[in-house]
């Protein structure tokens, strides 16, 4: 295949370099955006007499053809080219001749695998957005179904508090609705055109640059062309965007291994997203949530080295940003089939309310709500504490809970404890009076639902 630089080379490129250098099996992937800002380069090119109408006309016909025939499989992408922009090129001028050899007119690869890039993550981005909304919304039908169902709330891992199982959902709910709202406003900043910036200087055509950004969709233009070539902060934004969506991934997917340990047996995965053991028959592993927190660490490595990638770099543009690619796209490509299986994990995914009842009993967690009770006769909360602290630390001398003392032990204690000590003290209590804004009583956990499903309703 004749090099596009051909004419000035009087030797061949080695063939290891040769196979180094080209990027087609990963570029491959832009190949709609490629064709789609050949379009908008080549219409403006025309509107802007810098190529003639008959020239622009060819161009966007050989170049819809070639769409569709790579859709239909007439047409196959010729992997020994360098990259895409070399394919579409080339098979546009044997399709059409001379006038496809001036669409490269005021254009350079440089400003051109820019724009590619942008169009396919702003279409990524719509994607990943789309996914991250459907897992928001199994949380929110799981954490209705669990809105009353008590479990113990953990600081330190110790249990804390009672709370209910729709609270601890919808913590989750919160973070994915940050992701969404993070993901989509990097679509919105990557989505200028840098096309039109050239090799990294401009041109000295008469181009429109809003113009192709116009036909493009896009919002605006890189306002300077050497750093329109050499900018991949939106490829770094949204690989920290999704280093963060990960981190929640991996959160979620750690508290699902514990919870479906023996030791907690909270909840039970469905078949579907557990497997077994080949040696031991009893044995049923959440491999999925294991490996959706394991492959967390790739989205992180994603994002370092595109850090790293960047850091050195002089302007403009360097072969080196041929990189960006494989790192990106494996973020994206990694982010989406974990969401894509979180999603019918959890909705699949059932509570054991019996055992997070029985754990949420077992560990003092409504010793709070003790001293809340002291605290509402009169007495100061600390002095309340201290009261309470010590009946704790009877209850644990002598195999008790605070629910099995008898009232003639708590009014040892404080002779402010009345009959009453037991509803305050009871679980259902616990939670239902934690009616705070936020708070885990059921009611303010269908608040919380009905405000992640609204907000699910705006972009
Ligand atoms: N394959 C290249 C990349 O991905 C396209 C730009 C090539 N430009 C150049 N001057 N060699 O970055």
Redesign the pocket.
């Known amino acids: 295949m004749e090099k596009l630089w051909a004419g000035k080379f009087h030797g061949q490129l080695d063939q290891a370099a040769d196979d180094f250098n ?3 099996r ?2 491959s992937r832009l190949v709609a955006e490629d064709i789609q800002g050949s379009l908008a380069h080549g219409a403006m090119l025309a509107a802007k007499g810098i190529i003639s109408e008959a020239d622009g006309k060819a161009i966007a016909k050989g170049l819809q053809e070639i769409a569709q025939d790579l859709e239909s499989g007439a047409l196959s992408i010729d992997y020994a080219c ?4 070399t394919f579409i090129e080339g098979e546009l001028t044997r399709r059409i001749g001379e006038a496809g050899k001036r669409l490269h007119t005021a254009r ?3 400003d ?3 724009l590619d ?1 942008r169009l396919n993550l702003r279409k990524e981005c719509g994607a990943l957005k789309k996914a991250v909304e459907d897992l928001i919304t199994v949380l929110c039908n799981k954490a209705e179904t669990y809105a009353d169902t008590i479990m113990p709330g953990y600081t330190h891992m110790q249990r804390a508090q009672p709370i209910t199982f729709g609270q601890h959902l919808m913590a989750y709910g919160m973070m994915f609705l940050r992701d969404r709202e993070r993901i989509g406003q990097c679509a919105a900043r990557m989505n200028v055109s840098p096309l039109g910036c050239c ?1 990294l200087a401009g041109t000295t055509y008469d181009t429109d640059r809003y113009m192709t950004a116009e036909l493009l969709g896009m919002e605006g233009i890189c306002m300077n062309s050497l750093d329109g070539v050499s900018d991949r902060d939106f490829c770094l934004e949204l690989a920290a965007d999704l280093s963060i969506l990960m981190m929640h991934l991996s959160r979620l997917s750690e508290e699902i291994i514990l919870w479906c340990s023996w030791e907690f047996g909270f909840v039970r995965l469905s078949d579907a997203y557990s497997t077994g053991s080949s040696i031991m028959p009893q044995k049923k592993n959440p491999d999925i949530a294991e490996l959706i927190r394991g492959k967390t660490a790739r989205v992180y490595g994603d994002l370092m080295g595109l850090l790293t990638l960047l850091k050195g770099l002089p302007l403009a ?1 360097n ?1 080196d ?5 494989e790192t990106i796209f494996d973020a994206v490509d990694t982010a989406k089939a974990c969401l894509s299986l979180m999603a019918p994990m959890v909705d699949t995914m059932e509570a054991r309310p019996e055992n997070m009842r029985r754990a949420a009993a077992a560990g003092f967690i409504n010793a709070t709500d003790c001293a809340d009770y002291l605290t509402a006769k009169g007495i100061p909360f600390r002095s309340a504490y201290k009261v309470t602290g010590d009946l704790v630390a009877k209850c644990m001398e002598t195999g008790k809970t605070l629910e099995s003392l008898s009232l003639a032990e708590y009014q040892e204690a404080s002779p402010l404890f009345q009959a009453d000590i037991y509803d305050a003290i009871s679980l259902e209590a616990c939670v239902e009076r934690r009616k705070s804004q936020g708070g885990t009583a059921p009611e303010q956990v269908r608040k919380q639902i009905q405000w992640a499903r609204e907000t699910l309703k705006n972009d």
């Not at 940003?321 to 690619?325: A, C, N, P």
């Open positions: 080209a990027a087609i990963i570029d360098e990259d895409i922009h350079s690869r440089n051109q695998v820019a890039l090799a543009y072969k940003l041929q990189e960006d690619k």
